[in-house]
Structure formats: C-alpha cells, structure tokens
C-alpha cells in the first residue's frame, strides 16, 4: 500500500495525499441512519480530469478500490469506502467554470456546492431548480445520485438538467458526453447512463447543467386536512389543474410538529383546526407576476376547499420559506427525535393513499412507529422508522419497499441504493434487469475498482455471468 500512497503523490503531490491523522474524522460515513462506517485507507484530492484519470489507472493497475465523494450528505451508503479503499475528494475540483447565459447552462466541476451555484445564479435571474434538501451536497453527488427535491413535480430531477458530463471510466479513459445543447440523438446516452449510476460506473469530473429564469415570486399555501387519505386524494387533482406548483409537499401531523418543533415556528393554526388535523399538504406556486400568481392562490384554495380541506392558510412570505426550509431538515428533525431508519420509496403519484394506509398496517403489525411526510407531487414518500430492534425494523422496513414496488413503485425515488438498500434491491428487482446492470458495469468498470459493493454485490461466482 505504501507504493500506492507514493504514487498517488507523485500524480496530485504529497499535500493533496491524506493518510493516518490527516484523513477527515467524518471520512468513514454519510448521513444514512444505519450505515456502517468504514476507515479509507487514504483520501486523494486530485485538481484536474487528467489527474482523476491517472489515479484510476493506478488503482485498476494495483486492484486498489476507489470511492469518489462529495459532501457525503448521501443517505444511502454510497460514499463509504470499500475496505483498503481510497477516497477521491473533491475538495479542489470545485469551480462554477462557466455560466453561459446565452444557452442557459452552467458547467461546473464535481467539488461544486448546490449552494454555491445558487449563490452565483441568483443575481443573473436563474436558477438551477433541483433542491434536494441540503444545499451543502455536492453537483457531483447530485448527479451520480440523480438528486430530487420538493422542486421536483415541476422541473424534474436531476437527469433532467444534466446535458452533459466529462467523466473518468474504470479503464483511466476520459469521455465527454453529451453538452451545451438540449437534444441529441446520436447512439447510446451515455449521460444518462451515468446520472444515478452513484459512483459505480465512471468518476464525474465535470458537468454542463441546463439553468432556467428564476421567478421572482413564491407563495406557499398550508392546507391541513382531516385524514393522510384526503390530503394524498387532493395531490392528482391539483396536479391536474394546471397551475404548475413548484412545490407539492405532505407532512403527517406528527412530523409536522418534530419539524416545527425543531426549527421553533408557530404557523399560527387555529387550535381547533391544528387538533382536526392529522396531515398537511403545502404547496408553493411561484410565478413572473403577481397578479397571476394571486389567481393562481385563489384557485387553489377553491379547488382544495371542494376537497375537504379544513383550512387553508396563505403563509406570509417569510413564514413560507421558513416553513419550507424546515421540511428540507425533515430528516435532521427525524434523526433528533430518535428515528432508526428512513425510506425513500416512490410509487405512482395516484397510488399514494393505498400506499399510506398499507404502510399503516405494517407498522401496527410491528408494533412500530412510522411517520413520515413526502414529494406527494411526484409520488417519493419519505417515511421515519422508529424500531428498536434491528431484526424487527429490517423486516418492517423490507416489507414497506416491498408493498411500494408491488404497487408499481421503485425502491428508492431519490436516495439511491448505496449499500443500505442494496438488498431491498437484489431481492425486489427483476433479476433480467440486474445482470444486465452488472455487464453494463463491467464495460465501464472491467475490473470492479469504482465504487466496489455499492447497488449490488458482483454476482456469486460459478453463476452463468
Ligand atoms: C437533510 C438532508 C436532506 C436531504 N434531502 C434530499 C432530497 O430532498 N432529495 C434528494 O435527492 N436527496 C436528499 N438528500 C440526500 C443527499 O443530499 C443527496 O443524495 C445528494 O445528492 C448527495 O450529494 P453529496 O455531494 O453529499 O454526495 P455524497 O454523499 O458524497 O455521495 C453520494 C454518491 O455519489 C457518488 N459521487 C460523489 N461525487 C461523485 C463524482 N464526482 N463522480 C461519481 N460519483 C460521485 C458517491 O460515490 C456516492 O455514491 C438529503 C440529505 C440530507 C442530509
């Protein structure tokens, strides 16, 4: 190992090597709740494409495993290293290389924050409009998770802005693909093939995002209702009415109170409605003028009034965007009230109640506690598992994906499979599919040193491939 490390400083220089006591406390895991924290063997921070480019050639010529990582706010396992792993940090690859505002794109190194390219669009009047909760992840994460966020039931995830990537394979060959334009039918995509692929196909070194005009006005609307069922039969029907929210959130009445709690605001519910309420739905339209943007309110709150709602409460703007950033830290709100696990399962948007009530079951038949709230606009359900016992919650939490996908839904919306879903995975995805991820990895990867152990395991030696 310790030719490795020389050479790792002969391609970056020896500062940009970190091993023993210089590797990062935090270098061993990500946010998921369950994860199993694992010491990397040395971090690498290299500064340019040609660099990432040699450290792969050294790890495939030595069977060195590589994890790239970015702000490691992943929740899934998908940055922890394998074991005698090396990380690649992107700490010096973090510049916005242009934002080219004739084509409306950014093109950004991986090291790049979500915060900090809103921070450069915004006074330009743009906006890149995926927001996964926590603006400190990194674009490099965002693309190899195929981040989504509230913003999502308008603008999309994450693949739908990435035109194009410049990316390392598993082989040390560069390739670019795709780029500052928005159509292209030109042989296989290989962009798409590589967003969401968590780190396990190719080493993001560079990527060309589309951008859109950002609205300068956002009203968000709080409608609480007498049942999660109302509250997720109200979601298709406004969806449909075409008002384009930016944002169609629910919140359980339990999680709305740990929210609120958590970031000490009082949204100013009548008492007897608070009491009546067991969900809330919160929607943000935004829009270029007011008056539209008005209309737009008013004809929410007449079609959600025909729905059942008890109320509904136009929130000043301020308290809307406070409201909104503590449905962001949901999880940290979770994971201060002692949750043991979270899902992120989607299913198709109008399958939501069905789903909610089938979750319910589950969990009174594990005597556990689960809680959650949710993009209802695109059907990504974020639930809070609280079971003590390992066995238990495993199970519960195997049976809760498994009732997702039975109604047509997937294992993960927006998280990823990392290790933590892994076997959610193997056992729930059709084993066609699987093996033909496996070759797909291997034409990019032949020698499994990129992400080794991370969406699924190798396949088990003697079988057909
Ligand atoms: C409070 C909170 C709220 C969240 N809310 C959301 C949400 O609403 N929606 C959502 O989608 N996610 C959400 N997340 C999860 C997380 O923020 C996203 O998964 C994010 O995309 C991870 O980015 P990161 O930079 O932290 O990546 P990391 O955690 O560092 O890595 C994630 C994966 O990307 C790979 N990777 C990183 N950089 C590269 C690269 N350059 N090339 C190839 N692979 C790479 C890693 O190997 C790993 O597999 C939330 C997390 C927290 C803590």
């Not at 690859?93 to 080219?100: A, G």
């Not at 929130?315 to 709100?333: C, K, M, N, T």
């Not at 989607?346 to 979750?359: F, G, H, K, N, T």
């Not at 990823?416 to 892994?422: A, C, R, Y």
Request: net charge negative.
């Amino acid at each position: 190992m310790g030719d490795v490390i020389e050479q790792l400083a002969r391609i970056v220089g020896e500062d940009d090597v970190l091993v023993g006591d210089r590797i990062d406390a935090d270098a061993d895991h990500d946010e998921a709740l369950t994860v199993t924290p694992v010491r990397p063997l040395a971090v690498v921070r290299p500064g340019t494409t040609d660099e990432v480019a040699a450290i792969v050639a050294l790890a495939r010529a030595t069977g060195t495993p590589l994890t790239a990582r970015g702000s490691a706010t992943g929740l899934a396992g998908g940055c922890v290293p394998a074991e005698g792993g090396i990380v690649v940090s992107f700490a010096r690859m973090n510049r916005i290389l242009e934002i080219d505002t004739a084509n409306y794109v950014a093109v950004v190194e991986p090291g790049v924050t979500l915060r900090e390219l809103e921070e450069a669009l915004t006074p330009l009047g743009l906006v890149y409009p995926v927001y996964p909760g926590e603006l400190s992840a990194s674009l490099g994460g965002n693309v190899a998770t195929n981040a989504g966020g509230m913003r999502a039931v308008k603008y999309g995830v994450t693949r739908h802005q990435v035109l194009g990537v410049t990316a390392v394979l598993g082989t040390g060959e560069v390739i670019t693909a795709g780029g500052k334009f928005v159509k292209s039918t030109s042989g296989y995509d290989l962009t798409q093939l590589i967003v969401g692929s968590e780190g396990t196909l190719a080493i993001v070194t560079r990527a060309v995002l589309k951008l859109w005009p950002r609205p300068p006005i956002a009203t968000t609307v709080l409608v609480p209702f007498r049942t999660l069922e109302e509250v997720s039969s109200a979601v298709p029907p406004i969806v449909a009415s075409g008002i384009a929210p930016r944002v169609v959130e629910y919140i359980d009445f339990m999680s709305m109170a740990g929210i609120t709690s958590n970031a000490q605001m009082d949204l100013g519910i009548e008492e007897s409605v608070r009491e009546a309420a067991m969900a809330y739905l919160v929607v943000v339209i935004e829009g270029f003028h007011p008056d539209r943007v008005d209309e737009d309110v008013a004809g929410l709150a007449e079609l959600v009034s025909g729905l059942g709602a008890l109320d509904v409460y136009v929130l000043p703007e301020q308290a809307g965007a406070r409201l909104i950033e503590a449905r962001e830290h949901a999880f940290w709100a979770a994971k201060a009230a002692g949750a043991h696990d979270i899902v992120d399962v989607v299913v198709p948007r109008a399958s939501i109640p069905e789903y909610l009530e089938r979750v319910g079951e589950l969990a009174a038949a594990e005597s556990s506690l689960v809680v959650g709230c949710g993009h209802a606009g695109d059907g990504n359900v974020h639930l809070s598992v609280f079971q003590p016992d390992p066995d238990t919650r495993r199970r519960l939490v195997h049976a809760i994906v498994a009732a997702g996908v039975a109604m047509g839904g997937a294992v993960s919306g927006e998280h990823g499979i990392g290790t933590e879903k892994k076997h959610s995975l193997a056992e729930l995805e059709d084993p066609v599919k699987l093996d033909l991820m496996r070759r797909i990895k291997s034409a990019f990867d032949p020698d499994g040193i990129l992400n080794p152990g991370k969406v699924f395991d190798p396949a088990p030696a003697g079988s057909a491939r």
